[in-house]
C-alpha cells in the first residue's frame, strides 16, 4: 500500500496517527525441527540493512578538496557505493526479504546539500528534486529517521524534502510543540509475506536527537519539543506490540556511550541508544547514529527481560552499511525472534552503481562548477593541520572575519566602544587557503557547518571561566614529558569543533595542569583582563544555544544576529576584499605552555 504522505501530514500532528506500509513480498522459509504436537516448526530469516549519517554524500568526492574522497583508513563515501552494497545484499537474500532503513543526518554536510538547500533551493517554486531523495527513492529505502542536522536549513526545507521522500521521515520524540502530538510519523509498519501464509510484520520506531533543541534552536523554538529517547521508546514499543509487530527495530539518531555533549543543559540524554535497550522491553535491534563511530555488532542485556537488543551503527557518509540478520521460528501461534546479528559491510569493496551516478550526474556537475569559482587570491598558503595546537592564520582568518562583521553590525549602537572578541574552532585539519587563486570550496572548507553568527555580551571573568573550559580540550602532560602533537589533543574523547581560540585577547593554556587550572597570562591590549570587564564575543549560533556546554555563553545577552551562514559571510568578505593578505590579521594570541616554557618555541 503506498503511502499517502500528504494525507498524513495533514493529519499527524492533530491525531498522532502513524505511518504503516504494508510490503508484498515472497520470503525465505524453512520448515525443519519439531514444534509442539510433532509438527514441524516453520522458520523464516529476513534482514534489515540500515545506513547512517551520510551527510549529503551521494558520490565518491569531496567538493572541498575538488578530487575523489579518500582518507587515511581508504574509506569510500556516497549512497551511489551503498546502493551497489544493497544490491548485492538483495541478490543474495531476495529482494523482499530485506528493508533499508537510515538513522538520520541526511540533507546537510556536502556543497551537494547546500547546493539545494541554499544556492538552488528545493524550496522554491518548481524548485528541484533534492538529490538525497532522488538517490534514496531510486534505491528504496523503507523509512528514515531524523537527524539533529535535519533542522540546520529550517523546518521547510526539511518538510519540502519529506515530501519528495518516497519513504517516510521517523521522530516518535518530535513533537509539536503546541499540541505535543507527534510532528512527524512516529513509526512505519512493513509486512513480509513468507510462504507459511504467516505474514511477518516489522515495525520501526524512529527516534531523533533531543539536543536539536539546543543546537537549531532558532528554527524550532516554540515549533517543536524534542523529549527523551528512552521515555517515548517506552511508550511506543508497547503500542507497537499491541499492534501486531512480530519484529520491533528502533532507527535512533543517538549515540550509545550514555553521554551528552551539552551537560545538563537538557534533561535528557544525547547519546541513549544503549539505555533505550536497557531499559525497554520489546526492542529486537537498534540502528545507531549521531556518533560517527563504527560499532559492528554491539549487545545490550534488557534489565526486564533478560533478552539481549542488538545494536548496530555504520560508519558515517556511507562508508559502511549495517546488516542485521533475523532468524524468526512459529510458536505458539506467532512468529518468534530466534536469532539476531548484526555486521557491518565495507564500501570501498565496492564500485559506484552507474544507475545512482548517472542519475544525478547533472546535478554533482552543477556543484563542482559552483565551488570552483574563483572569490579573490590570497598572498600566501595558509593550512589548519596544526590549528589544534598553535595560533595558525587559516583560523585567524574566520575571527577577523567574525568580529569585524559584529563590529560593523554594533557600529552606531550602544555597544560599538566594546571590543569584539571572537571565537573560532579549527572544523577540519584538512583546510587550506592555497596561494594565489583562491575558490568558493577553499573557503567553504573553513567552516563546513551551517552556522550563523551572533554577538554576545560577556564580562571579563565569564571569558576566563570560557576558556579554561575550552582547555579541557589537552592531554594533561608533565614539564618533562616528551611531546606528540598528535596526542595533546581530544582529552576525553573532546572533539575538534568543541575547542574554542579567542581572539582579540591574549593568553597562554599551559597543559601540565590539571583542568580548571590553565589559563594564563589573560590580557587585553597588554594588560591582564579585568573580571569585571565588558566584551563582546563574535560567537556562533551552536555555541551561542548551548552546543557544547560552554558556560555563561548561552545566557549572557544578544546584542545582533544574523541568519546567513558564517561560511557565506567569510565568502562575501573575501569577495569584497578580492585580496586574502595574513598581514593584516594573522597573529599569535595564544599559546600552549608547560611551567611557563612553551611547547612550541
Given at each position: 500500500m503506498p503511502l499517502d504522505r500528504r494525507a498524513f501530514l495533514g493529519t499527524s500532528a492533530a491525531t498522532g496517527a502513524a505511518v504503516a506500509l504494508t510490503g508484498t513480498t515472497s520470503g525465505t522459509a524453512t520448515a525443519h525441527g519439531r514444534g509442539h504436537g510433532g509438527h514441524r516448526a516453520h522458520r523464516y530469516s529476513f534482514a534489515v540493512l540500515g545506513t547512517t549519517d551520510l551527510h549529503g554524500n551521494v558520490f565518491n568526492w569531496d567538493y572541498f578538496t575538488d578530487r575523489e574522497f579518500d582518507d587515511k583508513a581508504h574509506n569510500d563515501v556516497g549512497l551511489a557505493k551503498i546502493s551497489t552494497l544493497v544490491s548485492q545484499v538483495r541478490a543474495a537474500r531476495g529482494r523482499h526479504n530485506t528493508l533499508?532503513?537510515?538513522?538520520?543526518?541526511?540533507?546537510?554536510?556536502?556543497?551537494?546539500?547546500?547546493?539545494y538547500a541554499k544556492v538552488d533551493p528545493i524550496t522554491a517554486r518548481r524548485g528541484p528534486v533534492h538529490?538525497?531523495?532522488?538517490?534514496?527513492?531510486?534505491?528504496?529505502?523503507?523509512?528514515?529517521?531524523?537527524?539533529?542536522?535535519?533542522?540546520?536549513?529550517?523546518?521547510?526545507?526539511?518538510?519540502?524534502?519529506?515530501?519528495q521522500c518516497d519513504f517516510p521521515l521517523l521522530g516518535a520524540n518530535a513533537l509539536d510543540a503546541r499540541t505535543l502530538r507527534p510532528a512527524f510519523a512516529p513509526y512505519s509498519m512493513h509486512r513480509l509475506c513468507t510462504p507459511h501464509g504467516r505474514d511477518v510484520k516489522v515495525a520501526v520506531l524512529g527516534l531523533t536527537n533531543p539536543g536539536i533543541a539546543i543546537w537549531d534552536k532558532q528554527n524550532v523554538q516554540g515549533k517543536m519539543v524534542f523529549p527523551g529517547l528512552e521515555e517515548q521508546a517506552a511508550k511506543w514499543v508497547p503500542r507497537l506490540r499491541s499492534m501486531g509487530a512480530d519484529v520491533v527495530v528502533v532507527s535512533a539518531h543517538s549515540g550509545s556511550s550514555g553521554t551528552s555533549s551539552y551537560g545538563d543543559q537538557l534533561p535528557y540524554v544525547e547519546n541513549a541508544a544503549a539505555l533505550v535497550a536497557e531499559q525497554v522491553p520489546g526492542i529486537d535491534a537498534i540502528l545507531v547514529g549521531h556518533a560517527h563511530t563504527e560499532i559492528p555488532e554491539y549487545r545490550v542485556r534488557n534489565e526486564a527481560t533478560g533478552r539481549d537488543v542488538v545494536l548496530s551503527e555504520p560508519l558515517k557518509w556511507g562508508q559502511r552499511l549495517t546488516v542485521f540478520d533475523f532468524d524468526l521460528v512459529w510458536e505458539k501461534g506467532r512468529w518468534v525472534v530466534e536469532r539476531t546479528a548484526a555486521q557491518v559491510l565495507n564500501s570501498n569493496e565496492v564500485a559506484e552503481d552507474p544507475r545512482i551516478t548517472g542519475l544525478l550526474g547533472d546535478e554533482h556537475r552543477?556543484?563542482?562548477?559552483?565551488?570552483?569559482?574563483?572569490?579573490?587570491?590570497?598572498?600566501?598558503?595558509?593550512?589548519?593541520?596544526?590549528?589544534?595546537?598553535?595560533?595558525?592564520?587559516?583560523i585567524d582568518l574566520i575571527n577577523h572575519v567574525q568580529a569585524q562583521t559584529v563590529q560593523e553590525a554594533l557600529a552606531g549602537t550602544e555597544w560599538a566602544a566594546l571590543a569584539v572578541l571572537s571565537q573560532a574552532s579549527c572544523f577540519s585539519r584538512t583546510a587550506a587557503i592555497p596561494a594565489g587563486e583562491v575558490t568558493i570550496r577553499d573557503a567553504a572548507g573553513l567552516y563546513p557547518f551551517e552556522n550563523t553568527l551572533e554577538a554576545r555580551l560577556v564580562t571579563g571573568a565569564q571569558l576566563l571561566d570560557y576558556l579554561e573550559y575550552s582547555a579541557r580540550y589537552f592531554v594533561q602532560t608533565a614539564p618533562d614529558a616528551v611531546v606528540d602533537?598528535?596526542?595533546?589533543?581530544?582529552?576525553?574523547?573532546?572533539?575538534?569543533?568543541?575547542?574554542?581560540?579567542?581572539?582579540?585577547?591574549?593568553?597562554?593554556?599551559?597543559?601540565?595542569?590539571?583542568?580548571?587550572?590553565?589559563?594564563?597570562?589573560?590580557?587585553?591590549?597588554?594588560?591582564?583582563?579585568?573580571?569585571?570587564a565588558q566584551f563582546v564575543l563574535a560567537v556562533n549560533n551552536y555555541r551561542a544555544s548551548g552546543g557544547g556546554a560552554f558556560p555563561h555563553v548561552p545566557q549572557a545577552r544578544q546584542l545582533w544576529a544574523n541568519s546567513d551562514e558564517i561560511r557565506n559571510?567569510?565568502?562575501?568578505?573575501?569577495?569584497?576584499?578580492?585580496?586574502?593578505?595574513?598581514?593584516?590579521?594573522?597573529?599569535?594570541?595564544?599559546?600552549?605552555?608547560?611551567?611557563?616554557?612553551?611547547?612550541?618555541?
Open positions: 533499508l532503513i537510515d538513522a538520520g543526518d541526511t540533507i546537510q554536510g556536502t556543497q551537494l546539500s547546500y547546493y538529490p538525497m531523495a532522488q538517490a534514496m527513492n531510486a534505491i528504496g529505502y523503507d523509512a528514515a529517521a531524523l537527524g539533529n542536522h535535519e533542522f540546520n536549513y529550517g523546518i521547510p526545507v526539511l518538510r519540502k524534502f519529506e515530501e552543477k556543484v563542482v562548477a559552483y565551488v570552483n569559482q574563483v572569490i579573490g587570491t590570497s598572498t600566501q598558503a595558509m593550512s589548519s593541520a596544526e590549528g589544534p595546537v598553535k595560533d595558525v592564520p587559516i602533537p598528535s596526542r595533546l589533543t581530544n582529552a576525553g574523547n573532546i572533539p575538534d569543533y568543541n575547542y574554542d581560540a579567542v581572539s582579540g585577547v591574549t593568553y597562554e593554556v599551559d597543559i601540565a595542569q590539571p583542568v580548571g587550572s590553565r589559563i594564563s597570562a589573560l590580557a587585553f591590549e597588554g594588560r591582564p583582563v579585568d573580571p569585571a559571510t567569510i565568502i562575501g568578505w573575501v569577495k569584497a576584499r578580492g585580496t586574502v593578505d595574513p598581514a593584516e590579521f594573522a597573529s599569535v594570541g595564544w599559546r600552549l605552555t608547560r611551567a611557563g616554557a612553551p611547547v612550541f618555541p
